[in-house]
């Protein structure tokens, strides 16, 4: 594959932290929508979530979640590139996803993001996301006696 | 702002790894104190812990905290450039901060640490740090029955 | 020490991921073999396992480790490039290891990976791999009543 310069590097390895951050700010859905495309998939069939299509039903998804959600943390790592050609890129990025509910106990996450990637005249934007897991997911009951 | 050259990019991120690295040696204040400008803020209010200003306060606090751990590990991922400005920036990282008690027990903090930083003579120091949390910490037990 | 180039930095960060990958796919035995030269030390005393030399001992290594894993997860960040000269590196990481055995019960290891990499026709190679502990290793039972 063609090599992938520093600043797409950077730029790529930036547009998924900003990703993890909006998810985190439990907030943010304007900063969601950023980093998709107007027809991205959003596929989490992988762990048990639904695929959706459209930056619409992205946001709808996180107002969904942030409404029942506490706490947020998405610790990304092991990045790379998988795929790189000028204009458009896979990466792929280790996560522990991390959530506290409103209503008592969270669940832990441990699996890997993957994003296929296009680049805009607005910076790169994902075209289709997914997801796979490491480790069966962690439940942390809410419980008290 | 303005684009943050590779060099500087990895600077910074080598300045993070570098705290983390003294922090967890437990015994490297020098290490810590090369970190900080002499009049850097420490803040960790945000935490429920003191802010000090100035580097030997900073020395201090860590020469207190390596008194009582038996064992550090800081975890940082999630980096971003936040602000830059050739000769000051803003860098964020997250962290997961596990420590051990030599009286048995442990915490783990999973938050964010922010760094204000400035070129020096000597390369990037932190004139100002500070943090929040993602998820309340965890406390572990010293116990046994 | 030498500057080392952003290229060098980004192809001795993926090598190190490309490791962790490969550990992680539960079966990729020659993923794993590419990233060591072919008289590599492989020494895992610091933790309690042993100190293995050259490609075919480190594939065996990781097969019995495979025959008996049902999921595998090694996140690794704090990545610092300690030592660089060229045709030669050291490198750092902290990991957290987590493995599921398949007779029930896991292990979570949290340390540091010691790289000594050496440039080759094929790209950088491990020469010396090696780890230390930060936290002593939490054991999961495999559970039931």
């Avoid at 619409?56 to 107002?63: K, L, M, T, V």
């Amino acid at each position: 594959m063609a090599v992938c310069p520093w600043e797409d590097r950077v730029a790529l390895e930036d547009l998924l932290v900003a990703f993890a951050h909006a998810v985190d700010s439990l907030h943010d859905l304007d900063g969601i929508g950023t980093i998709f495309t107007d027809a991205a998939v959003f596929d989490l069939s992988g762990v048990g979530f639904p695929s959706l299509t459209g930056r619409a039903a992205i946001r709808q998804f996180y107002a969904n979640t942030f409404d029942v959600m506490a706490a947020h943390a998405h610790y990304l790592s092991n990045f790379a590139v998988t795929s790189y050609a000028g204009d458009k890129a896979s990466v792929r990025t280790y996560v522990v996803g991390m959530g506290r509910y409103k209503a008592g106990g969270g669940i832990t996450m441990r699996g890997r993001y993957y994003f296929d990637v296009v680049r805009t005249p607005a910076g790169w934007k994902a075209a289709l996301f997914s997801m796979d897991m490491l480790i069966p997911p962690e439940v942390e009951s809410g419980g008290g006696a």
